[in-house]
């Protein structure tokens, strides 16, 4: 499994931005899944979008259609999460992990702290 390193966190307001980079670590990120999650205090660890590597293409959590954009870099090997628009909601740890297709996502990274103040 590729093991990957999140960054780009932060405190912001509402209304604001963050990129956060998923970086692979060990070896490259073709043929898996690559994807973002978050875990609220108190609540689950919950899907928010993934993307494919090789075919780019990418699925949506509702509450991240509209807002929030997946995409790679092939250069960097590294999957970014554009998120606009951000909401109080929206504050978690946001992980990212990989999954070969077929499989459960795993080799979570460490997390990155995102928090929307209103």
């Known amino acids: 499994q590729v093991q990957v390193v999140e960054s780009g966190g932060g405190l912001v307001q509402a209304g604001d931005s963050l990129r956060l980079s998923c970086a692979a670590s060990g070896r490259t990120f073709g043929g898996y899944y690559v994807g973002w999650f978050r875990q609220a205090p108190g609540k689950e660890r919950a899907f928010v979008a993934r993307i494919a590597w090789n075919r780019g293409s990418t699925v949506y959590a509702d509450s991240a259609k509209g807002r929030f954009t997946i995409a790679r870099d092939n250069a960097k090997n590294t999957v970014y999460l554009q998120m606009n628009s951000l909401k109080p909601e929206d504050t978690a740890v946001y992980y990212c992990?990989?999954?070969?297709?077929?499989?459960?996502?795993?080799?979570w990274g460490q997390g990155t702290q995102v928090t929307v103040s209103s």
């Open positions: 992990a990989t999954a070969l297709p077929g499989a459960d996502f795993g080799s």
